[in-house]
């Protein structure tokens, strides 16, 4: 079993950064695919970013340049950097992990990919 924690969500203004975090147990980031999705209100959850265990990553177009994905493996964190938000980033934020391995380039971006999902944290961007 694996358990994800997320943090880090909040309140901030087009333009500004947040940084959230998602700590594992059960299982180490190492050996997983591990992703971010998020669902807005009436909206269905989307794929946001994720990266897998041989090292290939994803990004959604409408956070393309603007999020990065990163890990600390020591730790068992992975992180979601965001930067230059808008008001349309506004949701609720979720973590995944994904026990399967996979070859090459490949990275799951469906929902039913995942096996794991951390409780969520919202966050809020101004205008």
């Known amino acids: 079993q694996v358990q994800l924690v997320e943090s880090g969500g909040g309140l901030v203004q087009a333009g500004g950064s947040l940084r959230l975090s998602c700590a594992a147990s059960?299982?180490?980031?190492?050996?997983?695919?591990m992703g971010w999705f998020r669902q807005a209100p009436g909206k269905e959850r989307e794929f946001v970013a994720a990266?897998?265990?041989?090292?290939?990553?994803s990004y959604s177009d409408s956070v393309k340049g603007r999020f990065t994905i990163s890990r600390d493996n020591p730790k068992n964190t992975v992180y979601l950097q965001m930067n230059s938000l808008k008001p349309e980033d506004t949701a609720v934020y979720y973590c995944?992990?994904?026990?399967?391995?996979?070859?090459?380039?490949?990275?799951?971006?469906?929902?039913?990919?995942?096996?794991?999902w951390g409780q969520g944290t919202q966050v809020t961007v101004s205008s």
């Open positions: 059960g299982r180490t980031i190492r050996s997983s695919t």
């Open positions: 995944a992990a994904d026990s399967r391995f996979y070859v090459s380039a490949y990275v799951p971006q469906a929902i039913s990919e995942y096996d794991f």
């Open positions: 990266f897998t265990r041989s090292g290939a990553n």
